[in-house]
């Protein structure tokens, strides 16, 4: 049975204490305005400018304090999120968390890898070896939709020496850039999960007060999502030029065009949600558009 949390008037967020994904996510709530007072044991933040708070722990702990209602929200890989769902399904046991966003950073897969002297013809090739993992029900589904039986070995650590020990012949590990699995001499050649860093959160709707507190997070955390590669196109340009202008602004908001006192010419401004280089720049020009000014976008609010 599901322990019933205590009431509570503050919203608790739980993010790593280190590791890969600590920085960028206080970096991100930051950026929606939250400050904190860091504990003695730097393990909980007070939430200063809100009644927000953090629980600094271990990721793979983030997923059970959310479904023990010890916090509401958790910033964790996705890959560990599926990985205790997968594993709480495979015993009769209801979903307690789901994927409130997605965040964008901390980008990974989960990977079946083997030694590169293999010629690998399928995961049919799988059959009666022994595979070392860390995420051992993503891959006993997977294995079982592929229709491959298999014995996975669970390893908490270190899964990509396994079969340089002996313990396996292939590993299933996440994987960013390669390096790791290359040291060891092992080579991905099948995706199992697409992960990056998401916000967490319960299945069932939080109490009034947390709830409301949850939505003013959502909204900024939207904003801050999407200001994050977001820029303000400025110029002016003739009126007769703008069917020529607007289709190169095609990830921008519906821009605002002015008059321009004592001018012919109109003045516009485009909030652009791609990468605005100096090539589009020079395309702009081009179409007519003059004094051309890129700013960053410090806060957005839907």
């Known amino acids: ?36 007072r860091e504990s003695r044991d730097r393990l909980f933040c007070y939430g200063e400018t809100l009644p927000i708070d953090l629980l600094l722990v271990r990721d793979d702990d983030i997923p059970g304090l959310i479904a023990d209602g010890v916090c509401d929200f958790g910033v964790v890989g996705r890959n560990v999120l599926a990985e205790q769902d997968a594993g709480r399904v495979a015993h009769d046991q209801a979903s307690a968390f789901r994927e409130w966003r997605a965040l964008g950073f901390g980008k990974c897969r989960l990977a079946v890898a083997v030694p590169e002297g293999w010629s690998w013809q399928g995961p049919a090739q799988l059959s009666g070896m022994r595979v070392a993992t860390s995420y051992p029900a993503l891959l006993s589904r997977w294995l079982a939709d592929q229709g491959v039986a298999a014995e996975v070995a669970f390893l908490s650590g270190s899964v990509e020496i396994a079969p340089r020990l002996g313990q396996a012949d292939a590993v299933c590990d996440i994987v960013s850039s390669g390096g790791t699995l290359a040291a060891n001499q092992l080579k991905p050649v099948a995706t199992l999960f697409e992960s990056e860093a998401v916000l967490a959160g319960p299945v069932a709707e939080l109490d009034a007060i947390r709830g409301e507190l949850a939505a003013l997070l959502l909204r900024r955390l939207d904003g801050a999502l999407r200001m994050r590669h977001s820029k303000l196109l400025m110029f002016q340009a003739p009126r007769e030029v703008l069917p020529s202008l607007l289709p190169l602004l095609p990830d921008a908001d519906a821009p ?33 558009a003059r004094g051309l000014m890129v700013l960053s976008v410090e806060g957005m609010l839907a």
Do not use: F, N, Y
């Open 256 to 288: 605002t065009v002015m008059r321009v006192d004592g001018a012919e010419d109109l003045a516009l401004q485009a909030l652009c949600h791609g990468a605005v280089t100096w090539q589009r720049l020079e395309e702009l020009k081009r179409a007519g």
């Open 1 to 36: 049975m599901t322990p019933v949390a205590p009431a509570r008037d503050r919203l608790r967020i739980a993010i790593q204490k280190s590791g890969r994904l600590a920085d960028p996510a206080r970096a991100l709530l930051a950026s929606c305005g939250l400050t904190w």
